[in-house]
């Protein structure tokens, strides 16, 4: 039995043994024993109770979600952060298709795995291949999941990423950030490049700026069209994303997105142009020119584009913002 590749759901399955092995052992250890630094962070509030699910479809009894950290732009202090104290065993598999990633996650024993899959076919295909799913397996659309229902603590996250959503998954991922402090992806080339980006890049952009805030990006490696069936068009890559230690932006979050959003969404201009939907009238733009947020000057901001800004100079442009608009 194989399961048909749709195009409607972007699959492109991975073949190729030694680069899903590969994939699976980016994903870190849950070993609290461990003395590796380069695990998760994990907030505080992490330790809470796993939950449970059963049958074909997980149960979708109510919990409670996780808080989430408050403050100035900071970072957690360093009794906050490090190697967790207990093991972070909860992992969500998004898209395992034929389970190419997913036999080599069920051989892991520091972990607790559960997967969604949206086509029907795959879901009968890796229930027949692989019993240890049965009672982990969701049929349903990640993006639509709630998942604080399905885990009421912390979780990491791995998976082929379907191409046609795979921004998508990454904004939920961020609607998230303090309760996954891990994530494993593999996503289009070009999409993988451009989270990485650093300032200054023509490639840097939306998710770079707001993936950057919270988590810091590793670019791990590249994999050929040839490793898939049917081959896409394009290379694939795998990135990591490791929660950072940051708890607060210093800013309005909601006004933070919304300022590198329309930033981005004219980035030819100069901000002083790109910026104008968000101000009330052109003397606002006067005013922003004196604002200082944050102990930093704006004074030549406003003549840049929105590429050249970090993660810190858009959560300053923000409050500048927010000084002069109602």
Request: proline residues 6%; aromatic residues 8%; glycine residues 8%.
């Amino acid at each position: 039995m194989e399961v048909r590749a749709k195009k409607a759901l972007g699959q492109h399955f991975l073949t190729d043994q030694s680069i899903a092995r590969r994939i699976v052992d980016t994903l870190s250890s849950a070993d609290p024993l461990s003395e590796d630094r380069s695990r998760p962070w994990l907030p505080l509030w992490a330790s809470v109770p796993r939950g449970t699910t059963g049958g074909r479809v997980v149960s979708m009894k109510r919990e409670g979600p996780a808080p989430s950290g408050v403050g100035g732009m900071s970072v957690a202090k360093s009794s906050e952060s490090g190697p967790a104290d207990y093991r972070l065993r909860d992992v969500l598999e998004i898209g395992p298709g034929m389970g190419v990633l997913t036999q080599y996650l069920l051989e892991r024993d520091d972990i607790d795995l559960k997967a969604v899959e949206l086509d029907g076919e795959s879901v009968d295909y890796l229930l027949t291949h692989f019993p240890g799913l049965q009672g982990r397996l969701l049929q349903a659309d990640f993006l639509r999941l709630p998942l604080e229902r399905i885990f009421p603590g912390p979780f990491r996250v791995i998976g082929n990423f379907p191409y046609n959503i795979s921004s998508q998954i990454f904004f939920k991922i961020l609607d998230h950030k303090d309760r996954i402090p891990e994530v494993v992806g593999m996503v289009q080339k070009e999409v993988a490049e451009r989270i990485a980006e650093k300032p200054g890049s023509k490639t840097y952009g939306i998710l770079s700026v707001l993936l950057q805030a919270w988590y810091d990006i590793e670019y791990c490696f590249t994999v050929g069209s040839g490793a898939f069936s049917p081959p896409p068009k394009v290379q694939s890559a795998v990135i990591r994303l490791t929660r950072n230690s940051r708890t607060s932006l210093g800013c309005d979050e909601k006004l933070f997105k919304q300022v590198v959003k329309t930033a981005f969404n004219q980035r030819r201009k100069t901000l002083r142009n790109a910026l104008k939907p968000l101000l009330p009238d052109s003397q606002a733009l006067t005013q922003l020119d004196l604002v200082k947020s944050n102990q930093v000057k704006l004074d030549n901001m406003l003549e840049l584009r929105a590429e050249r800004l970090s993660v810190e100079d858009f959560a300053a442009l923000t409050n500048a913002i927010g000084q002069i608009t109602p």
